[in-house]
Structures are given as structure tokens and as C-alpha cells.
């Protein structure tokens, strides 16, 4: 028998800090009334799937990585994350340049 899963359904009341994207992926805090989900990371779409927010891992003594809590999001608002995460990151290049032009004068 399948095991059923039961998606958190969150309302408008998250927010998306500490943005920071690395060599090895992107990744950011999901801030909720009462609760904060570190390093979640948004991992880029590829050949045979589509992007998605993943949990933050660590290596146990058998060299296998394990999920340090999970969560299942619900589709609608992943999307709506990851969308935040982007253009978080879309500003603080835009951000970026401008001192860099401010520099150049």
C-alpha cells in the first residue's frame, strides 16, 4: 500500500531570507509564523525533471546522504518560492552592477 503524504499548505505569511547562491546550488531560509526551514536549497530543473526545493542533507558514517527534516510543499506555493528566490537574486545582481558602475566614475 502507498504511503500517503500530507502536503503543508502554507498561506501568504512566508518569507524568503538570506538568499545566497553558491558553486553548488542556491540556497535560502523559508521564514513561517513560528518557524524557520534552513538551507533549503532550490535545485535547477533538468533533462528529466523539473526544479525543486530541497531539504538540507548531511553525510552519515556510511557515505550516503540523509534528508535532516522533510517537508511537502504544496506545488502552487513552491513555485511561488523559488519564483522569490529568483528575483531576490535578480535584485542583488542588479544591485551588483550599479556599484560596480558607481566604482568605474
Known amino acids: ?3 500517503k503524504v500530507n502536503y503543508f499548505n502554507i498561506t501568504d505569511d512566508w518569507e524568503v531570507k538570506n538568499v545566497r ?7 535560502f531560509t523559508l521564514q513561517l509564523p513560528g518557524l524557520s526551514l534552513y538551507n533549503l536549497r532550490v535545485v535547477p530543473a533538468g533533462k528529466n525533471y523539473d526544479a525543486f526545493i530541497a531539504m ?6 556510511d557515505n550516503n546522504y540523509y534528508d535532516e527534516y ?3 510543499l504544496d506545488e502552487g506555493i513552491a513555485e511561488d518560492i523559488m519564483a522569490e528566490v529568483d528575483r531576490i537574486l535578480d535584485e542583488e545582481f542588479e544591485e551588483e552592477k550599479a556599484k560596480g558602475r558607481k566604482a568605474k566614475k
Do not use: C, D, N, Y
Open 1 to 3: 500500500m502507498a504511503k
Open 21 to 27: 547562491k553558491l558553486e553548488f546550488g542556491t540556497f
Open 56 to 61: 538540507p542533507q548531511r553525510k552519515g558514517s
Open 70 to 72: 522533510k517537508i511537502w
